[in-house]
């Protein structure tokens, strides 16, 4: 899996993969170095890539997913705002031209209940 996204949507689509092959190193490489990613779930926030693949991690293992929704992405040069149903997301093009994660809220509670219907 390559280091970073070239669009915005890209991205997502990335992180969905991630998440299915529960792939830690994947998922990582998709944010910033100092990101946070947010799940609630009574999971903490997770700053920097070793916290944010432990969350994952525990994620996997309560059988939660990310699935990837956007339905609107706002951009202004090399930031973006990403919505989703159940995400809002603020990713940033780094000096490589590639898209990362800096701010990610997830509600994988409520995308993998939909899913499962």
Excluded at 3 to 23: I, K, M, Q, S
Excluded at 46 to 69: E, F, M
């Amino acid at each position: 899996m390559c280091p970073g996204a070239r669009t915005p949507e890209e991205l997502e689509t990335l992180l969905e993969d991630a998440f299915v092959l529960h792939d830690r190193q994947a998922l990582a490489q998709l944010f910033q170095p100092g990101a946070m990613l947010v799940v609630g779930g009574g999971l903490p926030e997770a700053r920097g890539h070793q916290q944010i693949t432990k969350v994952a991690t525990r994620l996997w293992a309560s059988q939660r997913l990310y699935l990837a929704d956007p339905q609107r992405i706002l951009q202004i040069h090399d930031t973006a705002l990403v919505l989703a149903e159940h995400a809002i997301n603020v990713i940033r093009r780094g000096d490589d031209g590639s898209w990362r994660y800096a701010i990610s809220l997830l509600d994988v509670e409520k995308a993998t209940a939909t899913k499962k219907r």
